[in-house]
């Protein structure tokens, strides 16, 4: 419990997981939710779960957000559909240029904190 709200983490490497909830929220649902994400990203990452790796695909680490909680509403914990549903996503190649421009967004983002965290 942190401030009213509750908080689960894991650290694995140098990276940080965590997954928070207001004081009303079930722990094992946080939990499961963590469980899941920190498996679709090791799927993801095949394995090889630390920092530079994580900001190299932090796109497909963001998708597995997006695929796991819709507006507070969990969609998805099963690591395996997450991570089709991304590696899915992230095979469209020549999408829309809203999602390129999405796309981009998140490649200069990424090379933003890529320098900030590594100074």
Do not use: W
Not at 18 to 30: A, C, M, P, Q, S
Not at 58 to 66: A, E, P, V, Y
Not at 80 to 93: F, L
Not at 95 to 106: D, K, V
């Amino acid at each position: 419990m942190f401030e009213n709200n509750i908080v689960v983490y894991k650290f694995v490497q140098d990276l940080h997981f965590f997954v928070t909830g207001g004081e009303d929220e079930n722990e094992l649902i946080l939990a499961t939710v963590l469980q899941g994400f920190f498996d679709a990203v090791g799927l993801l990452l095949r394995g090889n779960v630390d920092k530079k790796e994580a900001l190299e695909n932090l796109d497909l680490i963001l998708l597995c957000l997006d695929e796991i909680v819709d507006g507070g509403i969990i969609l998805e914990t099963d690591a395996n559909v997450i991570a089709g549903k991304v590696a899915s996503h992230s095979m469209d190649a020549g999408g829309p240029l809203s999602e390129q421009t999405i796309s981009q967004a998140l490649a200069t983002a990424r090379e933003h904190l890529t320098r900030s965290l590594l100074k």
